[in-house]
């Protein structure tokens, strides 16, 4: 896989800005997307197969001649990566999606009164 042609793709897709790295800044086309492809093992032949039809373009003439469907794996790819960065995170100040249960006697006794009020609602299965 071409990393230097994914490192600058990736690099348009998200640019540096503010305190925020760029893609490549946050290894995006290496350990992100090896990252990403370990959820995501399908996603790596068809990010290769992006990349060799991007082949001796610019980064800029790469990204105009994507199909749509090529063009939204590849952002995909990248914008996980880029948000699976620890770096990236803390500066967002996301710490990721965490399970948090939920203690009856925390729910506003307001929010649930019209839910008791309508009565159970359900359908009989056959």
């Not at 001649?65 to 996980?80: I, R, Y």
């Not at 948000?83 to 710490?95: G, I, S, T």
């Not at 249960?101 to 925390?106: L, T």
Request: charged residues 20%; aromatic residues 4%.
């Amino acid at each position: 896989m071409n990393t230097q042609l994914m490192k600058a793709i990736a690099d348009l897709l998200i640019p540096a800005g503010g305190d925020m790295p760029s893609a490549s800044q946050a290894g995006v086309a290496t350990t992100g997307l090896a990252e990403v492809l370990r959820f995501r093992p399908e996603l790596e032949a068809p990010i290769e197969s992006i990349l060799n039809q991007c082949e001796g373009k610019s980064p800029e003439e790469a990204l105009a001649g994507l199909d749509p469907s090529g063009f939204a794996t590849l952002a995909e790819v990248v914008a996980s990566a880029y948000f699976m960065n620890e770096e990236v995170r803390a500066k967002l100040h996301y710490d990721g999606q965490r399970a948090v249960p939920i203690v009856p006697e925390e729910i506003d006794s307001a929010l649930l009164k019209p839910v008791q009020n309508r009565g159970p609602i359900y359908r009989q299965t056959p």
